[in-house]
Structure formats: C-alpha cells, structure tokens
C-alpha cells in the first residue's frame, strides 16, 4: 500500500479503535510503568527495564533502542491562528528503522520560552500516557519521555505520532527541514508541513536487537536534495542494510558545524543530548566538518576541525562507544568554494585518513568524487547544487559504510 494511503488508513482507524486503544494503553501502564516520571529524564522504580537511560555502554544488554530521532533545529512561531484550540493537532510522521512490541516517545520544548502543554498524544491510534496521565506540561527548556505504548511497531515503516497543543505558546521546537510530510490539522483543515513538531525520538522495545546507530553530521546526512518521502537518506540506507539487527537514528542537522553555532546548535554542545544519550547507543558516526570549511566564517586550520572531531571520539570513548568518522566530500561548483577552502578540507581529510581522529572512517570523499576532477562531486551523484547528493549518491554512500566495523565490541584505545 502507498505510504501516504497508510497514512490516511491510519488516521480513519482513529475513531474506530479509540476505545481498545484506551484498553491495551491502560494494560500497558499497568504492567510497564513506574510511579515517578522526571522533566528531563525519567527516573522510576523499573523492574522491566522499561525507563529511559542515558546511552548504555557497549556491552549493555538493554532492550529499548531508538528506531528514530530527530535533532531540535530551532524554535519557530507558532502558526495558529484559529479560534478553536483544541482542534490543533500535529501529526508527526517518522520512518523507523527497527520494530518492536512497545514504544516511547520524547518531547521537547528545548527552543519554547513557555511550558508546553500536550493533552492528547497516540502512537498509531494508540493513547500515549505520561506518568499514567493522558496529557502532560514540558517546562521551557525541557523534555520529557512517555510511558511505554503496547503498540507494534514494524521496521522500515512510516509510523504516525500525533500531539493536541491546545495552549501552544511562544516558540515551538521543530526540526525543520524533513524530507518527510507531516500534517498540522485546526478547524479550518488539514495542510502538510515538512516540519517536526516537538517530537525528537522514538525507542522500541525489542529483545533481539544488538544496539542502535546514532549519526551526527550535517545536511549531507539529514538528506538536502533527496526526495520528499523516498527515505533515501545514506543513514536510511545503512539501517536498510542492517536488517533489523541494529538501530539508526539520524541526528543530522543542515547547516551544523562542530566549532560554532550556525544552522542548530553546534555539534560539539548537542553531543550528549542528541547522541550520547540515544537508547541502547553502541556506536556513533560522525560526518561532520564541511560547513566548518565553507561558511562564513570558515575554519582555516584543518588541525583545529580534526581537534574537535576527535574531541567527540574521546567523549564517546568515555562511554564505551565506538566510533566511526567520515571524509568530508568535495563541493567546487557551490557559491562558496574557493581554492584555499578546498585546501582546508582535504588538510581535514588527510588527518582523518592518517588514523588519529576516529576509530575508523568511511572514505565518503573518495565515494562520492569525480575522478577525473577530484575537486567537484561526480556528476550522476550531484543534486544540482554542487554540494549536496541526489538519491543516487545517497545510496552510494549508505552502500559504503563497512558493517563490520559498525559491529565492533568496543572503542580502540585513545593512544593513537
């Protein structure tokens, strides 16, 4: 069935399934919540495992692993301008990447300046509940992590999240930029929106998954010049080659650096939240460094960019993760490259290869490179821009990452 028929399908089982989606919702509470919840992390009485943890070592057992996550870009005005509150209703839709028997969901109001109010929230029609209750309050700032939802979840599949916002103030939290279609729907409609609204992970419990993949990097990574809803981004393509074994969460951000803020908050500061504490993290990929080299203003020392790739090696090290880098592509063609810039980078480039920045690194330069003008994309990868990938060179590069490598039981040793 097309995804977007699956959506609607979806959307007119609500009414139909309403009440024994409250019945297995209550069940659920029954036999796998706690009796505490937290604003920023729960922290619960949890005999079944079933509380969020910051990101487990690699060793970790855990059987709750993120299947998708979304970074928080920026905090937008809020649209509305209706009469009718309690009709604004936002239905998030997400590609998983693993299944599983039962889901959480995190919200933020990181950007809001207001506390947020959610009074109705579903996972596929499923009722979400928070700390037993059917409606919830983030503080400015914060987050805040549900109950578990006993609700199957499928693997590489669209997967529909819907939020009410009836006193929705000041900025939202959204993740812009989506190469998704979500839908906001008030009194007056329904319209499609490429924004995520205040949804920035969803974990599953799984009991025969090995772990999950979190991904750092850029638009290169969040997916600038793929297609809307094709799922082609290079981290969907690697969670397709996973087949279910592992986990990929995709916390890349168009526009990110790792040195300075920019497009999102920069790489260096969003580290922990947005990778360290994925569920049942074992390994991180970083591919991240371009825009450090091309916006303004740019990074002259390729040793300063290496420094703080490797600073975020160390950190991950300091919780038993592996880690995998990326070489930074080649843009000439794109309004800001200028030979000096292009030095910069492949300085980057050659002290990645030379071994003491990552663990290991996947050569996306020499993938995605026109070998007979090593400088520019190769033609049948480029979207147009110069910079940015088609499908095309997006299923090129998932197609490179070694699995072996991702497999790995630990970190290397920091002496490098």
Do not use: C
């Amino acid at each position: 069935m097309p995804r977007r028929q699956q959506y609607a399908l979806h959307i007119a089982l609500v009414a139909g399934t309403a009440v024994l989606a409250a019945g297995v919702a209550f069940a659920g509470s029954l036999l796998f919540t706690g009796s505490a919840t937290r604003s920023q992390r729960i922290a619960a009485p949890d005999p079944w495992g079933f509380t969020r943890k910051p990101a487990a070592p690699a060793h970790s057992t855990g059987l709750w692993f993120g299947t998708w996550a979304a970074a928080p870009t920026a905090g937008v005005t809020d649209t509305y301008h209706g009469n009718d509150l309690s009709r604004r209703t936002i239905r998030n839709v997400v590609h998983t990447s693993i299944g599983g028997d039962a889901a959480r969901i995190t919200l933020s109001n990181l950007f809001g300046t207001y506390p947020l109010v959610i009074d109705h929230a579903t996972v596929n029609t499923r009722p979400v509940t928070f700390r037993g209750m059917g409606a919830v309050t983030v503080a400015a700032g914060g987050q805040i992590v549900s109950d578990p939802v006993l609700v199957p979840v499928a693997a590489d599949a669209d997967l529909v999240v819907t939020l009410r916002t009836p006193t929705a103030e000041g900025p939202v939290t959204v993740h812009e930029g989506t190469h998704q279609t979500s839908y906001v729907e008030d009194e007056r409609g329904t319209w499609r929106t490429t924004s995520w609204h205040y949804l920035t992970a969803v974990d599953v419990h799984n009991e025969a998954a090995a772990g999950t993949i979190a991904v750092i990097g850029d638009s290169l990574t969040s997916g600038s010049g793929s297609t809307l809803d094709a799922n082609s981004r290079w981290p969907d393509v690697l969670a397709d080659r996973l087949g279910g074994r592992y986990g990929v969460v995709n916390a890349g951000i168009a526009g990110n650096r790792i040195l300075r803020d920019g497009r999102g908050v920069r790489a260096s500061a969003r580290f922990d939240r947005d990778v360290l504490d994925v569920a049942g993290v074992k390994t991180v990929v970083i591919a991240l460094g371009i825009n450090d080299v091309q916006q303004f203003p740019q990074e002259t020392d390729p040793q300063r960019i290496a420094d703080a790739l490797h600073s975020l090696t160390r950190r991950a090290h300091a919780r038993g993760l592996r880690v995998i880098g990326a070489t930074l592509m080649p843009y000439e063609g794109y309004r800001t490259w200028t030979p000096a810039r292009n030095a910069v980078r492949e300085g980057v480039n050659e002290l990645i290869r030379a071994g003491g920045v990552f663990d290991s690194f996947i050569d996306f330069d020499e993938a995605a490179r026109d070998p007979l003008h090593p400088t520019r994309l190769l033609p049948a990868y480029d979207s147009g821009d110069h910079l940015h990938l088609n499908d095309t060179g997006y299923r090129w590069l998932g197609s490179r990452v070694d699995l072996a490598a991702l497999h790995h039981s630990g970190p290397v040793s920091d002496q490098f």
